[in-house]
Antibody
Framework: QVHLVQSGAEVKEPGASVKVSCKAS????????VHWVRQAPGQSLEWMGW????????RYSQNFQGRITITRDTAVSTAYMEMSSLKSEDTAVFYC?????????????WGQGTLVTVSS | DIQMTQSPSTLSAFVGDRVTITCRAS??????LAWYQQKPGKAPNVLIH???TLETGVPSRFSGSGSGTEFTLTISSLQPDDFATYYC????????FGQGTKLEIK
């Protein structure tokens, strides 16, 4: 099992960047793929991208390609999602979620979410 | 990109009712589908993966069926704790969520 703890809420101005962290504890972190999901207020879930913690390979949704970067630091069992050129429409809760690297399952483990507010 | 169309968007039902939520994929995803339950202010919780496999600890009143492009989530006898929003998700290519079904108490 993996327990995911995300960094705290952020308030950013339009045009700025934000970096959200997702720290794992419990099972061996490198056996997992970490996904990032955005949920705007009252809206559905939107997949952003993922990183294979073991080999560092990433894949991004076309909706976010070029605007987000997902990284990981295995030494501290932490994944990161950085989003640039923030707009007011990016105001949302951002979740990290982990699934094992077999690809067979859904997202078994979720962080608590990080609220990012974009406002001038 | 694979699109997921979920229906209905809102469903009102009584405790004890049997309800079904449908999810359609824009192309075949085989059985690469998961269902999640989300309560207000909380992260989603996975109920089912591979279209029909119930997660450990999920009550047996939940079941999933389907393959290819059409899938259903059925709750056989609604309990008060089941009133929440439900999402389907394909994970065959990239990952895409449906728009959600809000299950309300009638």
């Amino acid at each position: 099992q993996v327990h995911l703890v995300q960094s705290g809420a952020e308030v950013k101005e339009p045009g700025a960047s934000v970096k959200v962290s997702c720290k794992a504890s419990g099972d061996t972190f490198i056996n997992y793929v970490v996904h990032w999901v955005r949920q705007a207020p009252g809206q559905s879930l939107e997949w952003m991208g993922w990183i294979n913690v073991g080999n560092g390979y990433t894949r991004y949704s076309q909706n976010f390609q070029g605007r987000i970067t997902i990284t990981r630091d295995t030494a501290v069992s932490t994944a990161y999602m950085e989003m640039s050129s923030l707009k007011s429409e990016d105001t949302a809760v951002f979740y990290c979620a982990a699934k094992d690297n077999t690809g067979l399952r859904g997202y078994d483990y979720w962080g608590q979410g990080t609220l990012v507010t974009v406002s001038s | 990109d694979i699109q997921m169309t979920q229906s209905p968007s809102t469903l009102s039902a009584f405790v004890g009712d049997r309800v079904t939520i449908t999810c359609r994929a824009s192309q075949s995803i085989s059985h690469w589908l998961a269902w999640y339950q989300q309560k207000p202010g909380k992260a989603p919780n996975v109920l089912i993966h591979k279209a029909t496999t119930l997660e450990t600890g999920v009550p047996s009143r939940f079941s999933g069926s389907g393959s290819g492009t059409e899938f259903t989530l059925t709750i056989s006898s609604l309990q008060p704790d089941d009133f929440a929003t439900y999402y389907c998700q394909q994970y065959k290519s990239g990952d895409t969520f449906g728009q959600g079904t809000k299950l309300e108490i009638k």
